[in-house]
C-alpha cells in the first residue's frame, strides 16, 4: 500500500484517482481525438516512479515529470 505524506505531517492511503483528475484537468483543454493516449502515458510514467511512501511536493514532481 501506497502512502502519501501531506505537507503538515499527515499521512494517508495514496488515491490514485486525485491524480488522474488532475491529468485529466491538465489534458482536457488540449482538445485531443483521443486524450486516453497521452493520458495511458503520462500514468504510466508517474506510476514506475512512485515509491510506496510520497510527499505531496514529490508527486508534484513526479507528475510534472511524467507530462514531459
Known amino acids: 500500500m501506497k502512502t502519501v505524506i ?3 505531517g499527515k499521512t494517508e492511503k495514496f488515491q490514485m484517482e486525485q491524480i488522474l483528475r488532475a491529468i ?3 489534458v482536457d483543454p488540449l482538445q ?11 500514468i504510466r ?16 514532481r513526479l507528475l510534472l515529470k511524467a507530462i514531459e
Not at 485531443?32 to 503520462?42: A, E, G, Q, R, S
Not at 510514467?45 to 508534484?60: C, G, H, R, Y
Open 24 to 26: 485529466q484537468t491538465i
Open 45 to 60: 510514467n508517474f506510476e514506475m516512479k512512485l515509491p510506496d511512501e510520497v510527499t505531496t511536493d514529490q508527486i508534484d
Open 6 to 8: 501531506h505537507r503538515d
Open 32 to 42: 485531443l481525438d483521443d486524450p486516453f493516449v497521452p493520458m495511458f502515458k503520462i
